[in-house]
């Protein structure tokens, strides 16, 4: 049975189906939650700008977005949304989908924390990104009506601390990797969340190079 929140139908393909039992069993409720309100928020975004875009895709983009800071799919020194990103690439190539659209998909997760970028970008970037930014961020909260968040909302809960709940799982996907925040918002995390970090300044690497001049 196909699911419609907020008047919008989650793909029921096989591979669909199948990114959804993946990530139910690989993500705790916060970011499996998080995930699905994420392809709600994009695919509404998408209807009320006029896009065409694949829900399939979107979905695809909006459920890997975050497997990147779980143990499964974390590698020990790659930005958390690469790693997410690789595991959309290798999930959708396992389904036979076309190069371009491993493409797309690819790009979204891996941009998904890259503010002011992605939506320049082909749809299913441009909207993987709205998602999140409107789930983590409010941004365009009121863009979308009582009915839709509600609808969302009842359906994939946010609980009582989605916004600290989020942040902890931002650091503990990113604070064994340090390195890999900088020039990313994920810096601000470990500036809040360990006493140990040390933010990198780029300026400072500028002036330290082995040019002369």
């Not at 139908?9 to 959804?20: I, W």
């Not at 779980?70 to 690439?89: K, Q």
């Not at 609980?159 to 989020?166: A, S």
Request: aromatic share 10%.
């Amino acid at each position: 049975m196909t699911d419609i929140v907020a008047g919008v139908a989650v793909p029921d393909s096989a591979m669909a189906r199948a990114a959804t039992e993946l990530v139910r069993e690989t993500e705790d409720d916060l970011l499996y939650h998080h995930s699905r309100r994420v392809f709600f928020w994009g695919a509404l975004t998408g209807e009320r700008r006029g896009l065409r875009f694949d829900p399939e895709l979107l979905y695809v983009g909006a459920m890997f977005h975050d497997m990147g800071l779980t143990g499964a799919y974390a590698s020990p020194d790659l930005r958390f949304e690469v790693d997410g990103a690789n595991a959309a690439r290798d999930f959708l190539a396992s389904y036979g989908v076309g190069e371009r659209e491993v493409e797309d998909v690819w790009t979204a997760i891996a941009l998904h924390t890259t503010p002011g970028v992605p939506e320049h970008m082909r749809p299913t970037i441009a909207l993987v990104t709205a998602g999140v930014e409107m789930d983590v961020l409010g941004l365009a909260y009121h863009d979308f009506s009582h009915a839709q968040r509600d609808h969302v909302c009842a359906c994939h809960p946010r609980g009582d601390h989605f916004k600290e709940g989020i942040i902890d799982a931002f650091a503990r996907g990113t604070i064994g990797k340090p390195a890999t925040t900088f020039g990313n918002v994920k810096a601000d995390v470990l500036a809040l969340k360990d006493p140990t970090y040390r933010r990198v300044n780029f300026c400072s690497l500028i002036l330290a190079s082995d040019w002369r001049s």
